[in-house]
């Protein structure tokens, strides 16, 4: 069992950036690869970036390419989102979500077991 807990999201300009971080609990936490999710009003979630449970593999959405980093401190359980050059289609609620022990990093959302209550970007022009 693996809880998640993010944060860091807020109000920022467009071109700005933003730092999410995600709080991961539970004795298989930094045996799991994690990505994070977003979900914009009226649309689908959608994968944003994901990285294996030692770091060494990180996958990310085209639309994010350049933009977004994704990184983990397994010493301290957490996993973060750096987000630069923010774009107003960017707005949107983001989740931490975690794969089982050991699985690889995936853009799959149905493949990710645990899943934080999320927390909200606004990007505005």
């Known amino acids: 069992q693996v809880q998640l807990v993010e944060s860091g999201g807020g109000l920022v300009q467009a071109g700005g950036s933003l730092r999410l971080s995600c709080a991961a609990s539970?004795?298989?936490?930094?045996?799991?690869?994690l990505g994070w999710f977003r979900q914009a009003p009226g649309k689908e979630r959608e994968f944003v970036a994901a990285i294996g449970w030692n770091g060494g593999t990180t996958v990310y959405a085209d639309s994010v390419k350049g933009r977004f980093t994704i990184s983990r401190e397994n010493v301290k359980n957490m996993v973060y989102l750096q987000m630069s050059s923010l774009k107003p289609e960017d707005t949107a609620v983001y989740y931490c979500?975690?794969?089982?022990?050991?699985?690889?990093?995936?853009?799959?959302?149905?493949?990710?077991?645990?899943w934080g209550q999320g927390t909200q970007v606004t990007v505005f022009s």
């Open positions: 539970g004795g298989t936490a930094s045996r799991t690869s």
């Open positions: 979500a975690a794969r089982g022990v050991l699985n690889g990093p995936s853009d799959l959302e149905n493949s990710y077991r645990y």
